[in-house]
């Protein structure tokens, strides 16, 4: 965003300033801000046959 400044002449400042400016604003959260799931498991099923699954590489006809 710097170097996009000074290129169209709208303002001289320093990375350091940008990120300083944006982060005191706010500017700088991130988009996604759903929590990630890593590492959270597998959530087991409640009764039986509620979730099947096949390994289709290893399926031997």
């Known amino acids: 965003m710097t170097f996009?400044?000074?290129?169209?002449?709208?303002a001289?400042?320093?990375p350091a300033s940008v990120y300083r400016v944006l982060?005191?604003?706010?500017l700088l959260d991130r988009?996604?801000?759903?929590p990630s799931k890593k590492g959270t498991g597998?959530?087991?099923p409640l009764?039986?046959?509620?979730h099947?699954?096949?390994?289709i590489a290893?399926?031997?006809l």
């Open 4 to 10: 996009m400044m000074i290129d169209r002449d709208i």
């Open 12 to 14: 001289a400042a320093s």
């Open 23 to 26: 982060s005191a604003a706010g």
């Open 31 to 34: 988009w996604n801000k759903k």
């Open 42 to 44: 597998f959530v087991q």
């Open 47 to 50: 009764r039986p046959h509620e």
């Open 52 to 55: 099947w699954h096949i390994d």
């Open 58 to 60: 290893y399926l031997n």
